[in-house]
C-alpha cells in the first residue's frame, strides 16, 4: 500500500511511511510540514493531505476487496483467476465491474427466467452449436434472450470497450426542454449545444446537470448503434454460428436496454465526481488567496455598506479594527421606485453632513464600499466627498457573507448592542483591515469564491475549506493575546477546552511568555500549538516568531556559534551576519539538520514577520470610473476576484467586474486559470469590449498589438 502510494503521488516510499507514522501517532499536518521536515523530506501541507487521502482510499479499496473476496468464498465463485483480477484492481470502480456478474441483483426479466428454470436452454443457445429456430417454445428463446442478455450487459470486457468507444469518439448534447422556463436566458448557449465528451469543461457539465435539473434542458450522451452492435457481434459470434439471428437479436436488446443506459450513467457520473474535483479545487485555490490577502495595517477606515430603502449603514474602525462609531444615512431612499439620486434632496445632503462628520472627526484614511446593492450610487457620493479630503482614498470591498456574519451566534456576542444590519459594516470593514482574522467567521462556502457550490458534495467542500483555512491560519500563526476564538480554533492541535483556557488566562493578564501555556495543555497539544501562538513584546523575542520551543537549544546554539546576541536581535549587523551562513554546512556543525536551520535563520532574519506582507495590497483610488467610460484597447489595473474554469473576473472598480476568458489570459495555451493568476492578484487588464445594456465587460491580460 505505501508503494502504490508513492508511485501514486510521485513521491518516495520513506515520505509517504514517515508522514503515515507521524499521523498515526498524533501530529497535526500544519505540524509535520512547520517542524518535521527532516523527517518528511520536506512535504508540504497539500502533500501530506494528499497522502492522508490516499491512506484512507486505498484501506477502503482494500477492506472492499477482502468483503468481496469473502462473499465469492461463500458461494465457492472464487477461482485463481478471479481472486488475481480482485487483487489487481486498482480503484473500487474497476473492482465493482469485476464483481459485478457476481452480485446479488435486485429481482430483473434475467434473474425471474433463470427461477423459472430456463438457465440450461440459455447456456445451450450460448454454445452457437444449433439453430433456435428449430425450438418451437416461443416462452423458452424470449426467457432465454433475457437471461443471455444480462450475461452480455456484465461482461466487464465489453463494458469497458463500449465505455472507452463513447468516450472516445461521442459528445454530450443539451436541447431545450419543452414547456421550458428559462426567462432570464441563463442556459441559452446550450438549447442546442454538443461537446465532445474527451473534451468537456468541467463548468460545463456542471452547468448542464444544473439546467437539467432545473427542467430547462434535455441533456444525453450521443451513440453509434449500428457501429457498437457490430463490434458486440465481432467479439461475440462465430462466423457460421447456427444461431446467429437470434444472438443478433440478443446483442441488440442487451446494448439498448442495459449496456448503453448503464454506461452513459456511468459516464455522466464519472465526469461529474471530475467536475466536483475541479469545481473544489478551484474553491480552495481561491479561498487560499483570499484569507491570504495581504492585510491594510494602520489605517483608520471608514467601512460603507450601500443600501437602498433600509439606507447605507457606516462604522469608523480604529488601525487596529475597534469600532469607534457607527450610524445610518438613507441617501437613495427613493432610488429603488424608479428614481436616481437627487444629490440636491434633504436626505441626500444630510447624508453627505453625516459622512463629513465622521471623516473630520476621526480623520480616516481609507473608505472601503461595499459592492454590493446601491455600490455605484455610493461611489458617486464618496468621490464627490473625497474631492474635499485628497489624502483620504477608497475601495471597493467584498460583501460576500457579510450578511451571514452579522446574523451569526458570533457577531451577536461581539455586538450584542448593534442591530444586524450595522454589523455587516464592520465585517466588509475588517476584512481589508486583516482579512484572514475576519473572514474565519464566516462560513467559508459564503464567501463567493468558486462555481456551483450548492451542487457540488457539501461534506466534501467543507473539508477541504476547512483544511485551507487550517493551512493559513497556521502558516501566518497567531497573535496569543489578541486572536479571536474564531482564529484560534484553526490552530495546530487546539480544541476548544485548550481554547477557551486562553481566553480565560489573558482575560487576567496578558500572556507573556509561551512557558505559560504548558500548564493549560498536555505535552502533545503543547507541541503541536505552541510553535503557531506569537506572543508579541513579551519576556523571549523567540516567542513571537516560528522557532519551535522544541529548537530554542538549537537556536542558542546556533547564536553562540556565529558569536550573536538575542539582545540585537533587529539590528542591521545581526541580519547581516545571519545572510552569510551556509545552513547546510552549519547544521552538521551543530548536529541538526538543514531544514531546522534554513529555517531559524529564516526566522531571525524577521522575527515577526507576517508572510502576507510580500503580496500585492488592495488597490487605493481617488477617481470614479464608468462603464460608459471603457474604451477598447484600455490599460487597467485591477484586482481578482474570482477564479473560474473558464477564466477570471477582475474588480477595475466598478459595480460590475470584468471577465477575463481562459484564452485571454495569456499570449499562450492555459489549461487552467489558476496557473495564471489567483484571487487578490493585482493585474493589469486590457478592455476589449462592454456591453452596457447587460453590464458586461470583456478583459484581456495580453497586450494588444
Known amino acids: 500500500m505505501i ?81 488475481s483480477a480482485i487483487e489487481g ?30 438457465g440450461p436452454l440459455a447456456d445451450k443457445i450460448w454454445e452457437q ?125 442487451a446494448l439498448i436496454r442495459l449496456i448503453l443506459p448503464s454506461i452513459k450513467r456511468e459516464i455522466r457520473s464519472n465526469l461529474r465526481e471530475k467536475a466536483y ?48 462609531a457607527t450610524t445610518v444615512v438613507f441617501p437613495f431612499k427613493f432610488v429603488g421606485k424608479g428614481k436616481k439620486p437627487q444629490p440636491d434632496s434633504p436626505i441626500y445632503q444630510e447624508a453627505v453632513r453625516e459622512t463629513k462628520k465622521l471623516l473630520n472627526q476621526y480623520h480616516p484614511t481609507v473608505v472601503v464600499i461595499g459592492n454590493g446593492t446601491a455600490s455605484r450610487e455610493s461611489v458617486d457620493l464618496i468621490t464627490d466627498i473625497l474631492k474635499d479630503y485628497p489624502d483620504i482614498s477608497y475601495l471597493i470591498g467584498s460583501e460576500a457573507g457579510a450578511s451571514v456574519y452579522s446574523a451569526s451566534e458570533l457577531a451577536k456576542e461581539e ?14 470593514g475588517r476584512r481589508i483591515q486583516d482579512p484572514l482574522s475576519e473572514l474565519v467567521k464566516i462560513d467559508p462556502q459564503s464567501l463567493g469564491v468558486g462555481m456551483y457550490q450548492h451542487d457540488v458534495p457539501q461534506k466534501q467542500l467543507k473539508e477541504t475549506l476547512d483544511f485551507v ?15 479571536s476564538f474564531s482564529l484560534l480554533r484553526h490552530v495546530s492541535g487546539l480544541k476548544k477546552p485548550q481554547i477557551n483556557k486562553i481566553l480565560k488566562t489573558r482575560a487576567s493578564a496578558p500572556i507573556t511568555n509561551r512557558d505559560q501555556l504548558k500548564g493549560l495543555f498536555s505535552d502533545q497539544i503543547y507541541e503541536q500549538s505552541i510553535g503557531f501562538l506569537r506572543v508579541v513584546n513579551g519576556e523571549n523575542p523567540l ?74 495590497g488592495p488597490i487605493l483610488k481617488k477617481g470614479i470610473l464608468e462603464i460608459e467610460d471603457l474604451t477598447p484597447g484600455m490599460e487597467l489595473q485591477g484586482t481578482v476576484r474570482n477564479v473560474t474554469s473558464f477564466g477570471a473576473f477582475v474588480d ?31 493585474v493589469t487588464v486590457y478592455v476589449v469590449d462592454t456591453d452596457v445594456r447587460r453590464k458586461r465587460i470583456s478583459l484581456s491580460m495580453v497586450k494588444p498589438k
Not at 297 to 313: E, F, I, R, T
Not at 469 to 483: C, F, L, P, R
Not at 655 to 671: M, N, Q, T
Open 89 to 118: 484492481a486498482e480503484t473500487l470502480a474497476s473492482l465493482e465491474e469485476i464483481y459485478r456478474p457476481y452480485k446479488e441483483k435486485r429481482k430483473t426479466k434475467a434473474s425471474e427466467a433463470i427461477a423459472k428454470g430456463f
Open 415 to 428: 455586538f450584542p448592542d448593534l442591530p444586524v444590519e450595522k454589523r455587516s459594516a464592520i465585517s466588509i
Open 469 to 483: 483555512t487550517d493551512k493559513a491560519v497556521n502558516q501566518v500563526g497567531v497573535n496569543i493575546n489578541t486572536a
Open 652 to 682: 477595475i472598480g466598478l459595480h460590475e467586474d470584468g471577465l477575463v476568458h481562459i484564452s485571454r489570459l495569456a499570449d499562450r495555451f492555459v489549461k487552467d486559470p489558476n496557473e495564471v493568476v489567483h484571487t487578490g492578484q493585482i
Open 277 to 324: 474535483e475541479d469545481a473544489i479545487k478551484g474553491f480552495a485555490a481561491n479561498l487560499e488567496h483570499l484569507l491570504m490577502a495581504r492585510p491594510l495595517k494602520g489605517q483608520v477606515m471608514l467601512s460603507w455598506d450601500p443600501g437602498y430603502v433600509n439606507g447605507c449603514k457606516l462604522a469608523v474602525l480604529s488601525d487596529s479594527g475597534e469600532l469607534l
Open 129 to 253: 452449436k444449433y439453430d433456435p429456430k428449430t425450438l418451437t417454445d416461443d416462452e423458452g428463446l424470449e426467457q432465454a434472450g433475457y437471461i443471455l442478455a444480462e450475461k452480455i450487459s456484465d461482461n466487464a470486457e465489453l463494458r469497458s470497450m463500449i465505455r472507452e468507444n463513447l468516450l472516445k469518439y461521442e459528445s454530450i448534447t443539451s436541447t431545450l426542454k419543452k414547456d421550458a422556463v428559462d426567462e432570464q436566458g441563463v442556459y441559452e448557449q446550450y438549447y442546442e449545444f454538443s461537446n465532445p465528451l474527451n473534451k468537456l469543461p468541467s463548468h460545463r457539465l456542471l452547468a448542464l446537470d444544473r439546467g437539467e435539473k432545473e427542467k430547462v434542458l434535455t441533456v444525453s450522451i450521443t451513440s453509434d448503434n449500428v457501429k457498437l452492435e457490430q463490434m458486440l457481434q465481432r467479439k461475440l459470434l462465430r462466423r457460421n454460428s447456427p444461431s446467429r439471428e437470434y444472438l443478433e437479436a440478443v446483442i441488440h436488446d
Open 543 to 616: 516567542d513571537n516568531t516560528g522557532i519551535h520551543p522544541e529548537s530554542y537549544p538549537l537556536t542558542q546554539r546556533l547564536l553562540d556559534h556565529e558569536h550573536l546576541s538575542l539582545a540585537n536581535l533587529h539590528a542591521k549587523s545581526f541580519k547581516d551576519k545571519l545572510t552569510r551562513i551556509n545552513p547546510d554546512h552549519l547544521a552538521k556543525e551543530l548536529g541538526s539538520d538543514k531544514y531546522t536551520v534554513t529555517d531559524i535563520i529564516k526566522e531571525l532574519q524577521s522575527p515577526g514577520l507576517d508572510p502576507r506582507d510580500s503580496l500585492d
Open 3 to 83: 508503494e502504490n502510494i508513492s508511485k501514486t503521488l510521485n513521491l518516495k516510499p520513506s515520505q509517504v511511511q514517515s508522514a503515515l507514522d507521524l499521523l498515526n501517532e498524533g501530529a497535526t499536518i500544519p505540524f509535520i510540514a512547520r517542524y518535521r521536515k527532516d523527517q518528511t523530506g520536506n512535504l508540504d501541507e497539500d502533500q501530506l493531505r494528499s497522502i492522508e487521502q490516499t491512506w484512507k482510499y486505498q484501506n477502503s479499496l482494500q477492506d472492499r476487496k477482502e468483503s468481496i473476496m469473502q462473499i465469492l468464498e461463500e458461494k465457492k465463485l472464487l477461482t485463481k483467476e478471479l481472486k
